[in-house]
């Protein structure tokens, strides 16, 4: 009986990359540049790194700085983890893998800063393209593994129900 599957194991390696790679752009950006919070160094047109710490969900949405915030997104962080551990070990598909290891290295990345530091570390920023919001590339893995999912269900066609 296997455990995981080859799909499960590239989900987990996707998720593996995508929490070592948030992490250590999370770092670089707090001690390599030496950003405070609200300071902004521009890169390259149209990116700019702009430190905020975000108390809310992705994006910065649900905004609160209630104490209480921290350790209720931590536990829905973890619990969405689990889950997605669990549904990993089900994966047939490369494409699923894939999708279900950027949002589940995108979970654990946010986890980690809300738990380590009481809110997730933002600095992506390009608001020059009309998008206002600060993320990280956590979110980033959560938004395109979402968006995965939801095109491979379209995408894919059904099997006749027997």
Do not use: Y
Request: net charge positive; charged share 15%.
């Amino acid at each position: 009986m296997k455990i995981v599957g080859t799909c499960g194991w590239l989900a987990f390696g996707v998720a593996a990359v995508v929490v070592g790679l948030d992490q250590s752009l999370k770092h670089w950006v707090v001690d390599g540049l030496g950003l405070s919070v609200g300071e902004s160094r521009p890169m390259v047109w149209p990116l700019s790194f702009t430190l905020v710490r975000n108390d809310g969900i992705s994006f910065g949405f649900f905004q609160t700085h209630a104490p209480w915030t921290r350790w209720a997104l931590a536990a829905f962080s973890l619990v969405v983890s689990v889950a997605l551990a669990l549904w990993v070990r089900r994966v047939e598909r490369p494409i699923t893998g894939l999708a279900v290891g950027l949002i589940l290295g995108g979970a654990v990345g946010n986890l980690i800063d809300r738990v380590r530091l009481g809110a997730v570390v933002d600095f992506i920023d390009v608001h020059p393209l009309v998008f206002p919001w600060i993320f990280n590339l956590a979110d980033s893995g959560i938004t395109i593994g979402v968006l995965v999912l939801m095109a491979e269900n379209f995408l894919t066609p059904r099997r006749a129900a027997a």
